[in-house]
């Protein structure tokens, strides 16, 4: 089956800039997870959806970072304007999400660099 | 809420030896426990998983242990190969949590030659 894609895979912008971030989950998978993953940190969830519903987007800036999931298939993850801080690499997820079946579903990510 | 340490930061081993990576947890209602390889431009892919109803699970050359008391589970690799170099992440999570994964910092693994 094909996997989790995820466009652009690198971004270079400057600081107060916008960027978006695309995301196709694995079809059928009703969860769709943005992480951010700082260097040499692990991912840090940013929200959740169910279908196209949010589960938790408790540690999304919200301030300056939106994501939505129209259709409940792909998604967007969008920054505006970008700071410094927020050159890491943003990874999509997707899950089945039935409890005898947890696994994840990783894309390849995009490296983000704002200057 | 949930907090997961993962020791060390760097491993390295001579290619057929052994690999022991290690994470604690702090959340007792965690109960999901898998670990993750990531490998440069790929996505990361789950190797291995664990839920608190057990203590240990083995597939070929990776085991994981889980220690439910002292709240720490690890991850065993044996005779390592080359394509075993790679970052791998541990998380824990649950039911009560909509099994979110809270993630361990990494360790990467070079395997010498």
């Known amino acids: 089956e094909a996997g989790v894609a995820q466009s652009p895979r690198y971004k270079i912008i400057e600081k107060r800039q916008s960027v978006a971030f695309w995301c196709n989950p694995i079809?059928?998978?009703?969860?769709l997870y943005w992480y951010q993953q700082i260097l040499g940190q692990g991912p840090k969830l940013l929200i959740q959806f169910q279908n196209n519903g949010v589960v938790d987007d408790s540690q999304l800036p919200k301030d300056r970072f939106s994501a939505e999931r129209l259709k409940g298939v792909d998604s967007t993850l969008k920054i505006q304007p970008a700071k410094l801080e927020d050159s890491a690499v943003y990874l999509c997820?997707?899950?089945?999400?039935?409890?005898?079946?947890?696994?994840?579903?990783f894309g390849p990510g995009t490296r983000l660099t704002v200057l | 809420g949930e907090n997961v340490e993962q020791h060390p930061s760097t491993l390295s081993v001579q290619e057929g030896d052994s690999a022991v990576i290690k994470c604690t947890y702090s959340?007792?209602?965690?109960?999901?426990f898998p670990w993750y390889k990531q490998e440069l431009g790929k996505g990361s892919q789950l190797i291995i998983d664990i839920r608190s109803n057990v203590g240990e699970k083995k597939d070929q050359r990776i085991a994981v242990t889980l220690n439910k008391t002292a709240k720490h589970f690890s991850l065993h690799i044996t005779e390592t190969q080359p394509e075993d170099s790679a970052v791998y992440f541990c998380?824990?999570?649950?039911?009560?949590?909509?099994?979110?994964?809270?993630w361990g910092a990494g360790t990467k693994l070079i395997i010498k030659p």
């Open positions: 998380a824990a999570g649950g039911v009560d949590s909509n099994y979110q994964l809270i």
């Open positions: 079809s059928g998978h009703a969860t």
């Open positions: 997820a997707s899950s089945q999400m039935r409890l005898a079946n947890n696994e994840q579903f």
């Open positions: 959340d007792s209602a965690s109960n999901y």
